[in-house]
């Protein structure tokens, strides 16, 4: 499979990416100062400082005059430079002139990714336009369809992401080979704007947030809640049956503890202010693994007959993630994670996983997540991993016995490791072809150690067990918020926070309509009556408009035969039924999770 980095795409947008910052250049000229501007899935952008505010109308023109570079076929050259005539050329660009000291350190690359190796400085000219940049482009303006090209919004960005940096304006805009497949994806494009969860979370009423409480801290609604009930409950069901128990372990956490299990190098910076009790200094518990493990310490010494052990929790966490980072429920403050970690022999390593795979596999096939691929996540060259060689050794050929014994494929990636062990991810795409990562398993020969977890071995001796690290959905927030738009607002039946809505057409129909409302929620299905004064129609397009999947109309007729009259949220009739023969359908289709 060929890297997204060696397409032809990746020339196409990244030349476009600096066309339109000579087109920005030329509107604002000896003004604008450039940063970096990157292709990246779908697209590209280029961040910039500049006098003024950008606008629509801006946009408008910046576009017409990168259609006019495209046309002057200007051929895109390459110059490896030293760092001074790099300062020379790029005296009054401040941006550029710290990526060029992080080039000549060797440390950071443009984007301020970490180098392996010192780099060769280069410029790109195009026209009267150079930058500093690696490449790769197409050999000329010209290569570029006019016609497959489109900037779509501006947004504020901080200098390299730090929020103590300057707010930059950022152009974000599209490239491709052909104006059919632009024409694609703006399609994709508006689907995915209807499909919003936080637009749609609103209007259906499920979250909602709020300065009064603090950004990133989601408030859920009783149908909100009822959904994350719902998702919470399977989870924890087919756990159950699984062989899983669970546990509760607090919300706040003795920093030292964070300390020993190196969590703290790691994540402080994610960590919210510590509260300090005379001599104890406790944090909000950004993550569960030091809790679950101090757990299986108090609880005694333990056999290895007793292995494996299966700790899980809907833990509710706390990161202090940067605002400018925040998103609605995929980004959040405060998130509830099923967290689950497994203590066992080394031997069990490939059966607990294979076990945790079909856990996995089962959930997302419950969630219609069938096109998903494995990540192998291994250790990288960065500071931040552990370091013990011959245990990383170990966690790495296991977690492969592991995947080679289910026959997964996997696609292995260097530095995507968490900081004790390598992870199999699971990254599923949604009905729009988006891909998100979801499950993750993951090897842990290290903190077991760290904390002093231990069993009592067959030979009579003490063994540091080995702990799995594994999460089906991840994040409850962040699931909901890819199911509300997998799902375009419109749950499975058994997932709908109200599952059929009972619609009386007359007060004449209303004291029926209570009592089918009763018969529903003894059968144990969720409902409400629309006794609004709405006319029908009013009142099914409203059940529609909430996603609602049955809406159950009452007239005379029905009411004297028992019966109701059944449409989808589709828009489908499927005729007067008796009660009874609706409360069988409906139930066979909740229970069946259809």
């Known amino acids: 499979m060929e890297r997204y980095e060696d397409s032809k795409l990746y020339q196409i947008r990244h030349s476009a990416a600096h066309i339109m910052a000579q087109a920005v250049m030329e509107m604002f000229p000896g003004e604008a100062r450039i940063a970096i501007g990157p292709p990246i899935e779908n697209g590209f952008y280029y961040d910039f400082e500049l006098p003024r505010s950008l606008t629509p109308e801006d946009l408008e023109a910046i576009e017409k005059r990168m259609r006019q570079i495209i046309g002057a076929n200007q051929p895109f050259v390459r110059e490896e430079v030293s760092a001074e005539q790099a300062r020379q050329q790029f005296a009054d660009q401040p941006y550029k002139i710290e990526l060029i000291e992080g080039l000549e350190k060797g440390g950071l690359d443009e984007y301020g990714n970490l180098l392996k190796e010192k780099p060769v400085i280069s410029f790109y000219r195009d026209g009267p336009f150079v930058d500093l940049c690696r490449g790769p482009h197409v050999e000329s303006t010209g290569k570029l369809n006019p016609g497959a090209l489109k900037l779509l919004n501006i947004a504020g960005a901080y200098w390299r992401g730090d929020e103590k940096n300057k707010m930059l304006q950022r152009i974000y805009g599209t490239a491709w080979e052909k104006p059919d497949d632009l024409k ?67 919300h706040m956490v003795k920093e030292d503890l964070y300390r020993r299990s ?214 409850t927030e962040r699931f909901l918020a890819v199911l509300i738009e997998h799902f375009a607002g419109a749950f499975p039946v058994w997932l709908s926070p109200v599952q059929a809505m009972v619609i009386p057409i007359a007060d004449r129909h209303v004291a029926y309509a209570r009592d089918v409302q009763q018969k529903l929620k003894d059968a144990g299905i969720r409902s409400e009556v629309d006794e609004s004064s709405e006319r029908m129609q009013a009142k099914i397009r409203h059940a529609q408009l909430q996603k609602i999947p049955y809406m159950l109309v009452i007239g005379d007729k029905e009411q004297e035969a028992g019966a109701v009259a059944v449409r989808l949220r589709t828009g489908e009739d499927l005729k007067a039924k008796p009660l009874a023969e609706f409360i069988q359908l409906a139930r066979e289709t909740i229970d069946k999770k259809e």
């Open 184 to 250: 694609a994806h703006l399609d994709r494009l508006e689907e995915a704007r209807k499909r919003d969860h936080r637009k749609l979370g609103k209007e259906l009423g499920l979250f909602y947030f709020s300065d009064d409480v603090g950004p990133g801290l989601p408030l859920f609604a009783p149908k909100g809640e009822m959904v994350r009930h719902l998702m919470e409950e399977y989870v924890r069901e087919t756990q159950t049956r699984y062989g899983y128990q669970h546990v509760w372990t607090g």
């Open 262 to 475: 190196g969590h703290y190098d790691n994540y402080r910076d994610v960590m919210f202010p510590p509260m300090v009790d005379e001599d104890i200094t406790l944090r909000l518990k950004p993550m569960n693994c030091p809790s679950h493990m101090t757990l299986y310490n108090e609880m005694g010494v333990h056999s290895y007959r007793e292995l494996p052990l299966r700790f899980s929790e809907f833990a509710t966490l706390y990161r202090y993630e940067k605002r400018g980072e925040l998103s609605g429920l995929a980004r959040v403050r405060a998130l509830t994670q099923d967290d689950c970690h497994i203590f066992c022999l080394p031997e069990q390593i490939e059966a607990e996983f294979t076990l945790a795979l079909k856990l996995i596999q089962e959930v997302l096939g419950t969630y219609k997540f069938t096109d998903y691929r494995m990540r192998l996540s291994l250790r990288g060259t960065e500071g931040k991993y552990v370091q013990d060689d011959e245990k990383w050794t170990q966690a790495t050929a296991a977690l492969k016995s592991a995947l080679d014994a289910n026959h997964v494929a996997y696609e292995a990636v260097e530095g995507e490791a968490a900081f004790y062990g390598p992870k199999a991810d699971f990254l599923a795409k949604d009905v729009l072809g988006r891909e998100w990562q979801l499950s993750t398993i993951q090897v842990d020969f290290i903190q077991p150690a760290r904390l002093g977890c231990e069993y009592m071995g067959e030979d009579g001796q003490t063994h540091t067990p080995v702990v799995l690290h594994r999460a089906v959905t991840g994040s």
